[in-house]
């Protein structure tokens, strides 16, 4: 990377971390609301009597069973917080090796 490179790249990220930001920001939201739809569809399960089992594990394997598509949002949406957050991580990374990059070149300069 040449000194106009690093500049541009330097001037581009806080943009591109600002971004990132709000996508960790929005991807919180929707775990939380994944996770909401799960313990108000297990509300409902058990409070509508079709959770029957005798004994605690049985109807903790009939919640499961009956919630696995409100389970499966709530792993979609960690996962994606995850994989967010990680890109923001990377861009930060990024930003502070080239400001220390540029702080070399500048002191060459001088």
Avoid: C, H, Y
């Amino acid at each position: 990377m040449d000194k106009k490179t690093i500049i541009q790249r330097l001037i581009g990220l806080p943009g591109e971390i600002e971004a990132a930001e709000t996508a960790v920001i929005k991807m919180s939201q929707n775990l939380m609301e994944a996770k909401d739809a799960l313990a108000e569809r297990e509300s409902f399960l058990l409070l509508s009597g079709k959770i029957d089992g005798k004994n605690a594990e049985i109807r903790s394997a009939q919640l499961r069973e009956l919630t696995s598509a409100e389970r499966q949002f709530v792993v979609d949406a960690e996962n994606a917080l995850a994989g967010v957050k990680a890109f923001l991580n990377k861009l930060r990374n990024t930003f502070e090796a080239l400001q220390s990059i540029a702080q070399m070149l500048g002191r060459e300069v001088a």
